[in-house]
């Protein structure tokens, strides 16, 4: 299995571009959601998935939009890119058992806005 | 409102020393998890460790242990022996059973640099 993946590793984007980052899956996890990580702020969350066709907002969303078309796929678009878009971004997932197991990371993006 | 600190930002010692990083946590719920992520300079999250509220035993792995103290509301990580390998950023987060979608909530992160 390769687990998480993540493309692109890294991307620099100028304000006002668009773009999508990939996530995928290949452990059949149903859950499936996206954490920005800032410096000493850790990781929040963006947006999550608890199935294919639905999704929900996290705590920091604006900005932000996803879709879910099937189990294995993920993918967060930035609309209209800003600066304080700049950070790293790490796709998870989390197995079927319950809902409080662990959740696996992606390797995640950099992305940095000028 | 769920609520980790991490009130260690960085913390250096010497191949061989013990390291004891600290995790203290804020919720309301009575049911909710526990983890320790490690996330090494390559960048990805490492899961190191799921403890319920429910279960206060302490946990050994290896060089790693973990020490959990609902009455002090801490969850406190320690490596003995490190090692330079140890050297990374770790992470505590916090997940309430009535939190909406999963959420993990993640401390600010300590960094442990381990010199040979």
């Known amino acids: 299995n390769a687990g998480v993946t993540q493309t692109p590793k890294f991307q620099v984007l100028k304000t006002g571009q668009s773009m999508t980052l990939q996530c995928a899956q290949d452990m059949n996890h149903e859950y499936m959601s996206w954490y920005r990580q800032d410096p000493g702020m850790g990781l929040r969350l963006i947006h999550y998935s608890v199935g294919a066709g639905i999704t929900d907002q996290g705590e920091v969303p604006n900005g932000y939009n996803v879709s879910r078309s099937t189990t294995e796929d993920f993918p967060l678009r930035l609309l209209s890119a800003a600066p304080s878009q700049t950070s790293v971004y790490f796709c998870?997932?989390?197995?079927?058992?319950?809902?409080?197991?662990?959740?696996?990371f992606g390797p995640g993006t950099r992305l940095t806005v000028t | 409102a769920q609520k980790v600190t991490q009130a260690q930002t960085e913390i250096s010692v010497v191949e061989k020393e013990d390291v004891t990083l600290d995790c203290v946590y804020e919720t309301r719920d009575t049911t909710y998890y526990l983890f320790w992520y490690k996330q090494p300079p390559s960048g990805e999250l490492v899961f190191l460790i799921r403890?319920?509220?429910?279960?206060?035993q302490n946990e050994i792995s290896g060089r790693y242990s973990w020490n959990f103290q609902k009455s002090t509301s801490s969850f406190n990580f320690t490596i003995t022996a490190s090692q330079v390998v140890d050297s990374a950023v770790y992470f505590c987060a916090l997940s309430e059973e009535k939190a909406a979608g999963n959420k993990l909530t993640f401390g600010g992160g300590t960094r442990v640099l381990v010199k040979p």
């Open positions: 403890r319920n509220s429910f279960d206060e």
């Open positions: 998870a997932s989390r197995n079927n058992r319950g809902r409080h197991y662990e959740q696996y």
